[in-house]
Every structure is written in structure tokens, then in C-alpha cells.
Nanobody, 119 residues
Framework: QLQASGGGSVQAGGSLRLSCAAS????????MNWFRQAPGKERGIVAS????????YYADSVKGRFTISRDRVKNMVYLQMNSLKPEDTAVYYC??????????????WGQGTQVTVSS
């Protein structure tokens, strides 16, 4: 029900835009999130956006470089990633929270999309 796309391989300093398409169930009243998991590390929150886009959260490691946005009409969520660093290399997942804000009660996970940043 959540389909992530847009991953790829870029050099450090480059940009990528991830997209997450929701099909079937509508997630317009749910907070939407991006997580990532690097090899050998636990999955962690990257960015979160509330149901109406009025509130966002970013992990300290991506603040000022990544931007989360959503289009409730199209049922899409985006993650614009600029000034990418090798440490951003990970599998990125979109996820829908069961609440209107936050990421503490994830109900639906998308499949991951690989992002690889070379130095």
C-alpha cells in the first residue's frame, strides 16, 4: 500500500528525491514518515510530517539538508535530500503512523529504496 521510489547512487554533495505513493487505503489523515536503516544499524527516524503538513520533524543528522513534504490530494509523500553524505547511505522506508502526528504507532510500512552515496 506504500510504494517508495527514487533511490539510487550519487556522489557526495549530490541530491535525490524520494517519493512514496499510497494506494488502496487513503493516508491523508495520518502522519507520514521516512526511516532509514544502514548496514549493521537499527532502523531510525529521518523525517516526519503531520497529517496536514503543519508540523515536521527532522533527525539532527539531516536538518538543513532534507525536506519532507506531502500532497494529500495525490496521496504522495516526498523526501528531498540535498548535500548528501556517505553516511546517508541506507535503505529508506516510508511509513504511515496511526495517528495524525508522530511516528510512535506505525501501522503501515512501505518497501525500502536503496540510497548509496559515494565519497
Amino acid at each position: 500500500q506504500l510504494q517508495a521510489s527514487g533511490g539510487g547512487s550519487v556522489q557526495a554533495g549530490g541530491s535525490l528525491r524520494l517519493s512514496c505513493a499510497a494506494s488502496g487505503r487513503i493516508f491523508s489523515n495520518n502522519a507520514m514518515n521516512w526511516f532509514r536503516q544502514a548496514p549493521g544499524k537499527e532502523r531510525g527516524i529521518v523525517a516526519s510530517i503531520s497529517w496536514n503538513g503543519g508540523s515536521t520533524y527532522y533527525a539532527d543528522s539531516v536538518k538543513g539538508r532534507f525536506t519532507i513534504s506531502r500532497d494529500r490530494v495525490k496521496n504522495m509523500v516526498y523526501l528531498q535530500m540535498n548535500s548528501l553524505k556517505p553516511e546517508d547511505t541506507a535503505v529508506y522506508y516510508c511509513a504511515a503512523n496511526r495517528k495524525a502526528a508522530g511516528w510512535d504507532l506505525i501501522g503501515t510500512w512501505g518497501q525500502g529504496t536503496q540510497v548509496t552515496v559515494s565519497s
